[in-house]
């Protein structure tokens, strides 16, 4: 168990739908990361939230948004669902430090995700 | 988008035998990470790698981060039924991401 939860478990979406995603990071964690994991693929970096505020961000579009809030929480969005967006959708927490050092990053469950 | 070359792609061994696995990349890390995934689940944490050219072991698991800074391997002794699954090496390059490869899927008969 590393403390990271996600919810829902499972979700079907509609192509043209909305979706969003949440997850709570292990206490003691400021930073969370989310990730997309085709299947039989390994999990592709989307971006970084730290304090609030997008701290990175990968090769998605800006159809892929998302929030942190001030418990450290955080929420994935994609607006305008394609089919290529199945995926299990990982968020991961992290310390990361005033200095820029961060520690490892520790993986929630998933939220499984089907387009139809 | 960017996926380090892991292999073996996938492996079917007996119980008690030992499992190599490595990775490789064309850019420098500053840290090399092994993760395991279970069906349905996320990724989970097996060693982490800080410095170029150390060693580290958990128990069974032993992994190193290559002199170079692009390249680790991981092993594993005396494998069990429950060693089974994908097991994921990723690289750091900065503090926002982890870049994963294409991960190895053990198979461990009785």
């Known amino acids: 168990e590393t403390g990271v939860t996600q919810s829902p478990t499972h979700l079907i979406k509609t192509r043209g739908q909305q979706v969003t995603l949440r997850c709570s990071s292990q206490?003691?964690?400021?930073?969370v990361s989310w990730y997309q994991q085709a299947l039989g693929q390994g999990p592709q970096f989307i971006f970084q939230y730290y304090r609030e505020e997008e701290n990175g961000r990968g090769n998605f579009p800006p159809r892929f948004s998302g929030l942190q809030f001030p418990n450290y929480s955080s929420e994935l969005n994609v607006n305008a669902l394609e089919l290529d967006d199945s995926a299990l959708y990982l968020c991961?927490?992290?310390?990361?430090?005033?200095?820029?050092?961060?520690?490892?990053?520790?993986f929630g469950p998933g939220t499984r995700l089907t387009v139809l | 988008g960017q996926q380090l070359n892991q292999s073996p792609q996938s492996m079917f061994i007996q119980e008690g035998e030992d499992v190599s696995m490595n990775c490789t990349s064309s850019s420098i890390f500053n840290t090399w990470l092994w993760y395991k995934q279970d069906p349905g689940e996320g990724p989970v944490l097996l060693i982490a790698?800080?410095?170029?050219?150390e060693l580290t072991s958990n128990g069974r698991l032993t992994a190193q981060f290559g002199i170079t800074r692009k390249d680790s391997f991981l092993n594993i002794s005396a494998s069990i039924p429950s060693d089974v699954g994908i097991y994921f090496c990723?690289?750091?390059?900065?503090?926002?991401?982890?870049?994963f490869g294409t991960g190895t899927r053990l198979q461990v008969f009785p």
């Open positions: 206490s003691g964690h400021n930073t």
């Open positions: 990723a690289g750091r390059p900065n503090t926002d991401k982890l870049i």
């Open positions: 991961a927490s992290s310390r990361l430090t005033s200095g820029g050092s961060t520690d490892t990053q520790y």
């Open positions: 790698l800080y410095k170029a050219g």
